[in-house]
């Protein structure tokens, strides 16, 4: 079992900058693939980016290429999400997730965050 709790959310304006981090319970941290996901008001929860287990690979869809950037500590057992640029469409609950298999889609994840809330002001 793997609890994973985010902070670091909050009020921004654009083109301001946030950092998320995502804490997780348990030894087994670095024996999973992580990444985020969000989901804005009205909209499905969508994938934005992922890690695998060493960190050294990361996959970013692309509308966060160039301004998110995520990374991990597995001694901390603790994710990241650097967010750069924001903008109003960034707006959405932002949620930790990991995932045992080789692929992190919102089908393949063993265990979700509570979320945590990003507010883009225009």
């Known amino acids: 079992q793997v609890q994973l709790v985010e902070s670091g959310g909050g009020l921004v304006q654009t083109g301001g900058s946030l950092r998320l981090s995502c804490a997780a319970s348990?030894?087994?941290?670095?024996?999973?693939?992580m990444g985020w996901f969000r989901q804005a008001p009205g909209k499905e929860r969508e994938f934005i980016v992922a890690?695998?287990?060493?960190?050294?690979?990361?996959y970013l869809a692309n509308s966060v290429k160039g301004r998110f950037t995520i990374s991990r500590d597995n001694a901390k057992n603790t994710l990241y999400l650097q967010m750069n640029s924001l903008k109003p469409e960034d707006t959405a609950v932002y949620y930790c997730a990991a995932t045992s298999r080789l692929i992190l889609i919102s089908t393949t994840v063993d265990y979700w965050g509570q979320g945590t809330q990003v507010t883009v002001s225009s």
């Open positions: 348990g030894r087994t941290f670095s024996s999973y693939n």
């Open positions: 890690i695998n287990r060493s960190g050294d690979t990361t």
